[in-house]
Each structure stands twice: as C-alpha cells, then as structure tokens.
C-alpha cells in the first residue's frame, strides 16, 4: 500500500471528499488519476478534464508512486 503521506502533491481531510486522497488545493481524489488511466485516458485528457490539476502535481504522484512501487 502506498504511503501518500509522504507525496507533497496531495492531501487528505476529512471534511474534503470523504477523507479521500486529493491533489493538494482541489477536490479531485488521486484515484481519479489512475481510474482514467484505466480507462484510456491520457495525462493530456486528465488535464483537461480536471483544470485545478497542475502537470506538476499529476508527474509528483506518477513518480512518487513509481519509487513507492519500486520499494515495496
């Protein structure tokens, strides 16, 4: 399981979504992110699709997830 706590692009409150994972400053839950992914959608797609979401914020979760994977 991955440690989000650790990640500087998200957060979590549990006024927020349920206590969901978010990308820091927004409502859109870090799940979203790979639910897309799922279903084809491009890191393009989900930037447009979610305009609160900066490329940066999307590459800090891809990468810290990748290390996290790497350790685990």
Known sequence: MIDWSQCPAVEHCPDKVSGAWVFVS??????????NFEDGA???NFLEWFP????????SVLEF???SLLTA
């Open 26 to 35: 927004t409502r859109v839950p870090v799940k979203a992110l790979f639910e």
């Open 42 to 44: 491009t890191i393009e």
């Open 52 to 59: 609160g979401v900066s490329r940066d914020k999307v590459m």
């Open 65 to 67: 997830t990748e290390k």
